[in-house]
Nanobody
Framework: QVQLVESGGGLVQAGGSLRLSCVAS????????VGWYRQVPGNQRELVAA????????NYADSVKGRFTISRNNVKNTVYLQMNSLKPEDTAVYYC?????????WGQGTQVTVSS
């Protein structure tokens, strides 16, 4: 059984920082595609950042380039999203995702709220 458990969300002022964590079980983050997505009510879920299975390719949404950093700790089987210079428009529920073969797995989400 695959489980992804996110943590680290919260309320922060504009310009502040947060670090989201996603602990995986049942699959390893080191050899699977892992990513962070976010969703605002009424909108589609959008990709924020992702690392491919080999780790050689990292993608960011244009809106977060230079501010957010995705990384993973293979020993802890955890994926992180470091978010700096946060803006009110970053407010959303953030989801961790892992793709293994044809299957996509999702965490329960963590709320990030950025006040102006």
């Amino acid at each position: 059984q695959v489980q992804l458990v996110e943590s680290g969300g919260g309320l922060v002022q504009a310009g502040g920082s947060l670090r989201l964590s996603c602990v995986a079980s049942g699959r390893t983050v080191s050899n699977n595609y892992v990513g962070w997505y976010r969703q605002v009510p009424g909108n589609q879920r959008e990709l924020v950042a992702a690392i491919n299975s080999g780790g050689g390719s990292i993608n960011y949404a244009d809106s977060v380039k230079g501010r957010f950093t995705i990384s993973r700790n293979n020993v802890k089987n955890t994926v992180y999203l470091q978010m700096n210079s946060l803006k009110p428009e970053d407010t959303a529920v953030y989801y961790c995702s892992l793709r293994s073969g044809w299957d996509d797995y999702w965490g329960q989400g963590t709320q990030v709220t950025v006040s102006s």
